[in-house]
């Protein structure tokens, strides 16, 4: 079974700063898909960014961007210019990219809590 | 186009008793996954469906059932209810996907708490 982990339980940013969260997995997969979700304290679940393991380029939307580094399975947040909408707690997820998505829906990491200071 | 939707938001049940969740997903998707969220456990794969089939399962008593209807929305019901079940409860949808993974989206959640 793949695991994943994200090993900062909290972070905190001054507002406007950069900040990067951490996400490494455990698989025996070659093909799978990672993804960073953002649960604000409204609770609602929002995609932030989706890789593809095959994929060498880095996925990258405004402010938000990944370093994935698939020989270390690490896959980390960036997040640019921090805005006090970014708080929330951070989920990074893996799913495989076998047919139908393999046995385990998204496997989450414990996420991070991420604070950012005015 | 609307997210996806789920109802009650809120349920607040006895132990023993039973309960139904319902989830609409977003129009055209029609793979519905549904995710127990805990403090302690944190978030855990329940059950996936797709064309009104269980597609995928996870390590949850048959206590947890759930179906999908032929308009794709789905309904999951937990029986017995136990103390240890009080949590909010994620559903998400995708489009179709017999073949790769597609992205799931996130409904708001109904958060079950158990007495």
């Known amino acids: 079974a793949q695991t994943v982990t994200q090993s900062q339980p909290e972070m905190s940013v001054q507002e406007a700063e950069t900040v990067t969260l951490s996400c490494t997995y455990d698989?025996?997969?070659?093909?799978?898909?990672l993804f960073w979700y953002k649960q604000p304290p409204s609770r609602q679940m929002i995609l932030v960014i989706r890789q593809e393991a095959y994929k060498q380029q880095n996925a990258t939307e405004i402010r938000f961007s990944v370093n994935f580094q698939k020989a270390a399975k690490s896959f980390s947040l960036k997040i640019s210019d921090s805005q006090l909408g970014d708080a929330a707690m951070y989920f990074c997820?893996?799913?495989?990219?076998?047919?139908?998505?393999?046995?385990?829906?998204?496997?989450f990491g414990k996420g991070t809590h991420l604070i950012i200071q005015p | 186009k609307a997210g996806v939707t789920q109802t009650p938001r809120y349920l607040i049940k006895t132990r023993g008793q039973q309960v139904t969740l319902s989830c609409s997903p977003i129009s055209g998707h029609r793979s519905v996954s549904w995710y127990q969220q805990t403090p302690g456990q944190g978030l855990q794969f329940l059950f996936e469906y797709f064309s009104e089939t269980q597609r995928n399962k996870g390590n949850f008593p048959g206590r947890f059932s759930g179906r999908q209807f032929s308009n794709s929305r789905s309904e999951m019901n937990v029986s017995t209810l136990e103390l240890g079940d009080s949590a909010l409860y994620l559903c998400?949808?995708?489009?179709?996907?017999?073949?790769?993974?597609?992205?799931?989206?996130f409904g708001p959640g109904t958060r079950l708490t158990v007495l």
């Open positions: 998400a949808s995708s489009l179709p996907g017999l073949a790769g993974v597609d992205t799931q989206y």
């Open positions: 698989t025996s997969e070659s093909d799978y898909y």
């Open positions: 997820a893996y799913r495989s990219a076998r047919s139908g998505g393999g046995a385990d829906g998204l496997t």
